[in-house]
Structures are given as structure tokens and as C-alpha cells.
């Protein structure tokens, strides 16, 4: 079964997700995917109301890497947990290129995240000048080590990685299914050289960027990803159900 997952990212208010839910939880065959959807923190509690009895999963963007107290305009694990949050997405470029955030700090909101039995889903991936300079492996194998750090391997269960190249990213450039293919295998290694080959085989790995339902068949024909993360194309309900109805 294909894993979906939707970012909206700072897209849609409470009563706009409530619209959206409504369309889109009429048509969708939630039953033959396995569907994760994002929203942002102020939407959840209208997703968890409505996506409560079907097949679905809730989603969140981000959480603190600290667990509680004097963080003003900080969400924390329990919080997500007690929304009804399955998944949370860490390490998005966006967050890492806007707030800065590094490894250590991806590191602790992992941490955080099963603390409070979370499942994380983190995003990795290079830019195209470190493409462009051979330095995919280096970036990935950097961002997997510095993220994972520390977990046990039975731990991995509850993380799905994310790669998403920043060059792909809102850019409508997609990699060819073989560079995606090239990327998890390497990604795989990572995972093989730091716990073992079994977690390797086993760890759950997603392709992000510019998917759409135009590439959505070309994108499917790579065998070792597991699914897919979308951003722009989640937001027009008709696109995504297109999208769902493509990839089974
Ligand atoms: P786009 O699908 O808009 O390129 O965004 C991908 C993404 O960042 C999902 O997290």
C-alpha cells in the first residue's frame, strides 16, 4: 500500500481545512492508501473532528525541540499527541533554511516526538549547488546521521524519510525516477552502515518536490520509494484525489 502524505504548509484557515475535509473525504478511497495529511497547528483540531473515523492519519509541520515551558509560540510533543497527531514532519528545507534549524536540534525534536509516541516523518536532501558539486551522498548521509542519532533501531519503525531534494522543492523540477532511485539506495547505505541491513530494508522512505498528477505515474515507477510527500498539488482537493486515484 502507497503511503500519501500532504504538507499544506502556511496554507488554509480553520474554516477553509473544514471545506476542503468535506470535499475531499467524500471522494477519497481512503481504504487503499495510507494517508498522512499535514495541516497547520491551528487546523487540527478541525482534522482530528473529521478525519476521526476514517483511515486517515493527522498530521503536523513542526514541533519544539524542547518539551515544555518557557518557549512562547512553541508546540510540544504532548500537545500534538493530545490533538490527535500521528505524524510530524522535521527537518523540512523551509525550516532549515529560514530558522536555521540543524541536526542537533532535528535530533532532539525526534527524540521528543517518540518520546511522546509520535511517528516523525524527516525530510532530507541536497541543494543543487551540492548536486551540482557531487555532494548528495555527503549531504544526505550528514543530515541522516545527525537526525537519527542516538535511536535504537527498532525506533525506525515510527520514522518515514523524507527525500526531498531543495531543488525540487515549490520549483516544478522533479529528478528522473533513476536519480531518485540513486538517492534512496545511498540513503539506504546510511541507514544499512548505522544500524543494519534489516532496518535498511525495512525503513520507510518517501520522494517530495513538485509532485503532481501530471508526473505522479513516472514518479510511482521508482520501486524502492514507498510513497510520496506533496505540497502545492495537496491544496486543490480535485488534484490531490486525482493524484490518489493514480498512484494505488
Ligand atoms: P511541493 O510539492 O510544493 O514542491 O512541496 C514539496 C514539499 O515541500 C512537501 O513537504
Given at each position: 500500500?502507497?503511503?500519501?502524505?500532504?504538507?499544506?504548509?502556511?496554507?488554509?484557515?480553520?474554516?477553509?481545512?473544514?471545506?476542503?475535509?468535506?470535499?475531499?473525504?467524500?471522494?477519497?478511497?481512503?481504504?487503499?492508501?495510507?494517508?498522512?495529511?499535514?495541516?497547520?497547528?491551528?487546523?487540527?483540531?478541525?482534522?482530528?473532528?473529521?478525519?476521526?473515523?476514517?483511515?486517515?492519519?493527522?498530521?503536523?509541520?513542526?514541533?519544539?525541540?524542547?518539551?515544555?515551558?518557557?518557549?512562547?509560540?512553541?508546540?510540544?510533543?504532548?500537545?500534538?499527541?493530545?490533538?490527535?497527531?500521528?505524524?510530524?514532519?522535521?527537518?523540512?528545507?523551509?525550516?532549515?533554511?529560514?530558522?536555521?534549524?540543524?541536526?542537533?536540534?532535528?535530533?532532539?525534536?525526534?527524540?521528543?516526538?517518540?518520546?511522546?509516541?509520535?511517528?516523525?516523518?524527516?525530510?532530507?536532501?541536497?541543494?543543487?549547488?551540492?548536486?551540482?558539486?557531487?555532494?548528495?551522498?555527503?549531504?544526505?548521509?550528514?543530515?541522516?546521521?545527525?537526525?537519527?542519532?542516538?535511536?535504537?533501531?527498532?525506533?525506525?519503525?515510527?520514522?518515514?524519510?523524507?527525500?526531498?531534494?531543495?531543488?525540487?522543492?515549490?520549483?516544478?523540477?522533479?529528478?528522473?525516477?533513476?536519480?531518485?532511485?540513486?538517492?534512496?539506495?545511498?540513503?539506504?547505505?546510511?541507514?544499512?552502515?548505522?544500524?543494519?541491513?534489516?532496518a535498511s530494508e525495512s525503513i520507510r522512505i518517501v520522494y517530495g518536490g513538485s509532485v503532481?498528477?501530471?508526473?505522479?505515474?513516472?514518479?510511482?515507477?521508482?520501486?524502492?520509494?514507498?510513497?510520496?510527500?506533496?505540497?502545492?498539488?495537496?491544496?486543490?482537493?480535485?488534484?490531490?484525489?486525482?493524484?490518489?486515484?493514480?498512484?494505488?
Amino acid at each position: 500500500m502507497k503511503t500519501l502524505i500532504a504538507n499544506f504548509k502556511m496554507n488554509m484557515t480553520p474554516t477553509q481545512t473544514k471545506d476542503y475535509l468535506i470535499t475531499f473525504l467524500s471522494r477519497v478511497d481512503s481504504e487503499k492508501l495510507d494517508l498522512t495529511l499535514c495541516l497547520p497547528y491551528t487546523s487540527l483540531f478541525i482534522g482530528d473532528f473529521w478525519c476521526a473515523d476514517k483511515n486517515i492519519r493527522l498530521g503536523a509541520q513542526n514541533l519544539s525541540d524542547e518539551e515544555e515551558g518557557r518557549n512562547t509560540g512553541e508546540i510540544s510533543g504532548a500537545m500534538l499527541k493530545d490533538s490527535g497527531v500521528d505524524y510530524v514532519i522535521v527537518g523540512h528545507s523551509e525550516r532549515r533554511k529560514r530558522f536555521k534549524e540543524d541536526g542537533k536540534s532535528i535530533n532532539r525534536k525526534i527524540k521528543i516526538g517518540l518520546k511522546n509516541g509520535l511517528g516523525l516523518i524527516l525530510c532530507v536532501g541536497e541543494s543543487l549547488a551540492e548536486r551540482n558539486t557531487l555532494k548528495t551522498y555527503e549531504v544526505l548521509k550528514e543530515q541522516i546521521e545527525s537526525a537519527l542519532k542516538g535511536l535504537y533501531e527498532n525506533e525506525l519503525e515510527r520514522i518515514i524519510i523524507a527525500y526531498e531534494p531543495v531543488w525540487a522543492v515549490g520549483s516544478g523540477k522533479t529528478p528522473s525516477p533513476k536519480e531518485i532511485e540513486e538517492a534512496v539506495k545511498e540513503i539506504k547505505k546510511v541507514v544499512c552502515d548505522d544500524f543494519s541491513l534489516g532496518a535498511s530494508e525495512s525503513i520507510r522512505i518517501v520522494y517530495g518536490g513538485s509532485v503532481d498528477s501530471k508526473n505522479i505515474k513516472q514518479l510511482n515507477s521508482c520501486k524502492n520509494i514507498n510513497g510520496f510527500l506533496i505540497g502545492q498539488a495537496c491544496l486543490d482537493p480535485n488534484e490531490f484525489l486525482k493524484i490518489c486515484s493514480l498512484v494505488r
